[in-house]
């Protein structure tokens, strides 16, 4: 599996529909905040 | 959560679910954050999550800061604090 993006890598912006039906693009997000990406396998999953 | 709130930190989750799904599998828990839909993985492979040949999604946090760069990248599922800390350093 490829390495993890590095502290001070660029992060590739994207856009996606929430679950919430609105479509959020990351630069956009950050220009309010910092932001928190949880990748994790699929919904009902532990953890 | 309440820590993400605390300092300002937006999370959200992500993986291949369609946006429907995610819909009702976030009202059923009442989740306090917004899913979002990545169904060609296309997300998890721009930001190495995803196993190779198609095996699914590896659970992988990133922390980013507002000046677009990764400042926190860990595999599994570190706490809040964890993460956290990282967005302390920068200060």
């Known amino acids: ?47 | 959560m309440a820590l993400y709130q605390q300092h300002h930190v937006r999370p959200f989750g992500v993986n291949p679910a369609p946006a429907t799904s995610h819909a009702e599998y976030a009202a059923r828990l009442t989740l306090p954050f917004v899913l979002l839909s990545d169904p060609e993985a296309a997300i998890a492979n721009a930001y190495h999550a995803a196993m190779p040949w198609g095996f699914g999604i590896t659970r992988t946090v990133y922390l980013i800061g507002q000046d677009g760069r990764i400042q926190f990248g860990r595999r599994g599922a570190p706490g809040a604090s964890v993460s956290l800390e990282h967005l302390e350093s920068k200060k």
């Not at chain 1, 502290?7 to 039906?21: I, L, N, V, W, Y």
Request: hydrophobic residues 35%; negative net charge.
């Open chain 1, 1 to 47: 599996m490829a390495n993890l993006l590095k502290p001070g890598d660029t992060a590739p912006d994207f856009a996606a529909t929430g679950s919430d039906g609105h479509t959020y693009r990351l630069s956009d997000l950050l220009a309010e905040s910092p932001v928190l990406l949880l990748f994790y396998p699929g919904n009902n999953t532990p953890g």
